[in-house]
């Protein structure tokens, strides 16, 4: 399975100028623990979370995000997305089509994914195969 198969796609992104405030109601709203920060033209230039909404100060995005973005592709397996999670020890990771964003994927994203592969790895019936 691929960052493709499971990835979000309709990705919910915040300006660096966005509020605090906005931000925590878009969060809120959205029921999502995170999003990433995207400049006029689209790049993704952080990430932000709730974490980033408890610890950090300032009154807008650019002041409390994180700069450092990992990112995969859409052709990512779920090994290779798992492993960058884990080795950069973030919930969630924007999924790139060259330079733009194409999905967004969480670790629920993966647990999801697992489960379904699981599930249908150990109920086929032989005469399926």
Same mark, same amino acid.
């Given at each position: 399975?691929?960052a493709?198969?499971?990835m979000?796609t309709?990705?919910i992104t915040?300006?660096?100028?966005?509020?605090?405030?906005?931000?925590?109601?878009?969060?809120?709203?959205?029921?999502?623990?995170?999003?990433?920060?995207?400049?006029?033209?689209?790049? !993704?230039?952080?990430?932000v979370?709730?974490?980033? $909404?408890l #610890?950090?100060? =300032?009154?807008q995005?650019k002041? /409390?995000? %994180?700069?450092?973005?990992?990112?995969v592709?859409?052709?990512?397996?779920l090994e290779?997305?798992?492993? !960058?999670?884990?080795?950069?020890?973030v919930?969630? $990771?924007? #999924?790139?089509? =060259?330079?733009?964003?194409?999905? /967004?994927? %969480?670790?629920?994203?993966?647990?999801?994914?697992?489960?379904i592969?699981?599930?249908i790895a150990?109920?086929?019936?032989i005469?399926?195969?």
């Open positions: 399975m691929l493709k198969d499971i979000t309709h990705v915040v300006s660096p100028m966005t509020s605090i405030k906005r931000l925590a109601q878009i969060l809120s709203q959205a029921q999502i623990s995170g999003a990433p920060v995207v400049d006029k033209t689209g790049k !993704v230039i952080g990430l979370s709730e974490m980033d $909404l #610890v950090g100060k =300032g009154a995005v002041s /409390i995000m %994180s700069k450092k973005v990992f990112c592709t859409e052709d990512a397996t290779e997305i798992a492993s !960058v999670m884990t080795r950069a020890k919930k969630r $990771l924007p #999924v790139m089509r =060259g330079e733009k964003l194409a999905g /967004i994927i %969480s670790r629920a994203d993966i647990v999801s994914a697992l489960a592969g699981e599930h150990t109920h086929t019936p005469y399926d195969l």
